[in-house]
């Protein structure tokens, strides 16, 4: 491995969730312009022609176009809670919750907010709020308790009245396939360090196509491959907690390779369902105007972002990741003639989940540049949004896209009249969403937005400590209680933009 790589490993342990107080912004000299175009994040504006209907109506206010999808999101592990019915097994979340020292509090998604039992009170939340769009995602655990065989038709049923509820509110379905919660079975044979497993992924999702795939209009594959690499395999703070960047490189390829084995599961099953990838995207900046850091941002780009996007949208690895990772790497032992191919093939649209931007110095660290949430490893800078979604647009073309996740945690309390004042998260999801807009006039093809979260839940290594919801769950009750977020993006909705 190269020493860029191992620098590169060394500082991402500063940068992970868990230890972030390394990250701090001092001497940040370069111009955002400069900073960015050196970084494959321009800001400059294409040709493109501009939709307008996005554009600004008089007055100021900003209208999104007719048939926007308005949505929220969550996962499976994080809400359902009802870790043992109905026939579910159990996933790697489990074994790593339950194990000392791993999560905040010793937490767990056992009960969570206990979706499985309250679905339908929460469906009639998101009728409240009037969303267009839900996207949730399938346990694998509870489709095939140990990831292979015959699908347990129990764990199918509870997914198919949740999809025949969302569409008699007029809410359109989005399921993702896999949000972390890989069956611990599958773990013990090798996890996604086995080659095998993307095979498994892509026969539980057959499975899953066939079974449900009549009233799923949207379907994404893998939620976030990059955290599985990043937090699972480099830093271990997510499941299934190892630290060893050559078995993280060979993961990230079988996650890729189990993603376009399910895009032609479904094309195979047939049907009218669209398909596309589930990316976590970090514009990344050089932290000042040195060509050392325009190359160590180029390359800190190569591991955040175009390894993901260059495979699955046009059927390469990046060169210099590739070269940094060396032709002795488990990965690049692990690549084979036709994957290319197999991860390439045709989607139908992109998943976006933007948190925050990367700024990156010549020796391969990382600054703070921007104040964080309750989220250490959070930046706020809405501008990110806009650079990553027109970098997206101009580099691999006008493939339609989705924003899956955008959020942030507030600390959000109960007061005694009954209310949740989350002003911050208002701000936030205003910023957020006029970059999104601009993004759109600037000729972005955006068909839909989702805050991170509909609920509070399970925030994996974090526990129950970080409330990203619109909705306030009261853990001992499991009471729902909308924030003022939610009130406002109900307003904002029923509006058809800000
Ligand atoms: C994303 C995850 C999601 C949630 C948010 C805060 O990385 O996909 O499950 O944890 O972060």
């Known amino acids: 491995m190269s020493i860029l790589t191992r620098r590169r490993l060394l500082r991402r342990a500063a940068l992970s969730a868990t230890a972030t107080a390394a990250a701090t912004g001092a001497g940040l000299a370069g111009t955002a312009a400069a900073s960015a175009a050196l970084a494959g994040c321009d800001e400059s504006r294409d040709d493109r022609p501009r939709d307008p209907r996005s554009q600004p109506a008089p007055g100021g206010a900003l209208r999104f176009p007719p048939g926007f999808g308005w949505g929220a999101a969550t996962s499976a592990y994080q809400i359902e809670g009802a870790a043992k019915e109905d026939g579910r097994g159990e996933s ?182 669209r398909i596309g990838p589930a990316f976590n995207l970090h514009p990344c900046y050089p932290a000042d105007s040195s060509p050392g850091a325009a190359e160590a941002t180029r390359l800190y780009d190569g591991y955040e972002n175009r390894l993901y996007l260059d495979s699955a949208l046009t059927g390469r690895y990046p060169e210099d990741v590739l070269a940094d990772l060396g032709p002795d790497s488990r990965m690049v032992r692990g690549i084979r003639d036709g994957d290319l191919a197999v991860i390439s093939t045709p989607v139908d649209l992109v998943a976006v989940q933007y948190y925050t931007p990367i700024y990156v110095t010549a020796e391969g660290g990382t600054v703070r540049r921007w104040p964080t949430s309750e989220a250490e490893w959070q930046q706020i800078h809405p501008d990110g949004m806009y650079d990553i979604l027109t970098r997206v647009t101009r580099d691999y073309g006008p493939i339609p896209l989705t924003v899956t996740e955008n959020g942030l945690p507030t600390p959000d309390t109960l007061a005694d009249d009954g209310t949740v004042d989350d002003a911050g998260r208002i701000r936030f999801l205003h910023d957020h969403l006029a970059a999104a807009h601009r993004a759109m006039a600037d000729g972005v093809p955006l068909e839909s937005f989702h805050v991170w979260s509909l609920l509070d839940n399970f925030e994996w290594a974090e526990g129950y400590d970080q409330r990203w919801g619109l909705v306030y769950v009261d853990y001992p009750t499991q009471r729902r209680i909308p924030k003022r977020s939610a009130h406002w993006y109900r307003d904002v909705i029923a509006a058809g933009g800000l």
């Not at 086995?194 to 539980?204: G, I, N």
């Not at 271990?236 to 050559?246: K, W």
């Open 92 to 273: 790697v979340w489990d074994t790593f919750s339950r194990t000392p020292g791993r999560v905040r509090n010793g937490d767990t998604g056992d009960v969570a907010a206990d979706h499985y039992h309250r679905y339908v009170e929460d469906l009639d939340l998101m009728r409240e709020l009037g969303l267009g769009s839900y996207r949730f995602s399938i346990s694998w655990p509870r489709v095939q308790a140990d990831g292979t065989g015959a699908p347990n038709q129990r764990g199918l049923d509870f997914y198919r009245r949740l999809i025949d509820g969302l569409h008699e509110r007029g809410i359109a379905p989005m399921a993702t396939l896999f949000h972390w919660d890989l069956p611990q079975a599958l773990q013990d044979r090798g996890g996604w360090e086995s080659r095998d497993v993307a095979q498994r992924f892509a026969d539980y999702a057959d499975h899953v196509f066939r079974a449900l795939g009549d009233r799923v209009p949207v379907w994404l594959t893998i939620n976030e491959p990059k955290t599985v690499v990043q937090n699972g395999y480099l830093h271990g703070h997510h499941a299934p907690g190892h630290r060893d960047p050559q078995a993280a490189y060979l993961v990230a390829h079988h996650l890729q390779l189990a993603h376009g084995l399910a895009v032609r599961a479904l094309r195979a099953a047939g049907g009218d369902g």
